[in-house]
């Protein structure tokens, strides 16, 4: 099962790449949603040896959460604002790129190298945890849309999810289920606080909140 984990992972940093190298937001929603399926998928492979209705049934949530669920809602939202792209961010898109290469770098070269990295059975778990919640943090930080900025706290928050499957295999459900739980939370607050940027300023332009003040 190590080549089909290590599918996975080569899969979720080249998404990764591909999100920090683009602007146009339909794009960024169809990645997301690959995450989605490919971390369900991954869920299965690197709990084979020990696959429990549990761990299938935390498989089939990410597939319905990550897959299907989080793409309807941002993709309400970009018909609700007419948003198509990120055109102006604060860090350029080849900038992005560049970084995330160096990034890929780095956590290959910590993924071997960390105490824990002996509990996986291959270092790109590790390095693709690590780029994908750089990428989240990238995302977040560098994007001016609010949009953006909530597709990349789904991305921060798959990495911490490659993380916990690959790491602590054990965990509860419960645990796993609260991390669901508290992105999606995080979305339907995003999703109230675009709605009311595009109503106030037609856009959704992030830093524009500063005219807010007083």
Known sequence: MNSLSDTAMILMILSDLALLGMGVLGMHIRIIAVQGWVLGAFTLLVQHAHLTPRVAAIALVSVAVKGALYPYLLRRSVQESEAVRESKPYVGYN????????????????????????????????????????????????????????????????????????????????????????????????????????????????????????
């Open 95 to 214: 900038t992005s790129v560049t970084a995330g290469l160096v990034m890929v770098i780095i956590s290959l070269w910590l993924g071997v190298r960390l105490p824990f990295a002996a509990a996986v059975d291959t270092p790109l778990v590790v390095a693709s945890s690590l780029v994908t919640m750089f990428t989240g943090l990238a995302l977040a930080v560098t994007r001016r849309k609010a949009l953006t900025q909530c597709i990349g706290y789904i991305v921060f928050e798959n990495g911490i999810y490659i993380f916990g499957m690959a790491i602590v295999g054990e965990i509860p459900m419960l645990v796993e289920l609260g991390l669901l739980l508290d992105a999606f939370v995080a979305v339907l607050v995003m999703g109230v606080a675009i709605y009311r940027i595009n109503r106030q300023f037609d856009h959704m332009d992030a830093d524009e909140l500063r005219s807010l003040r007083g």
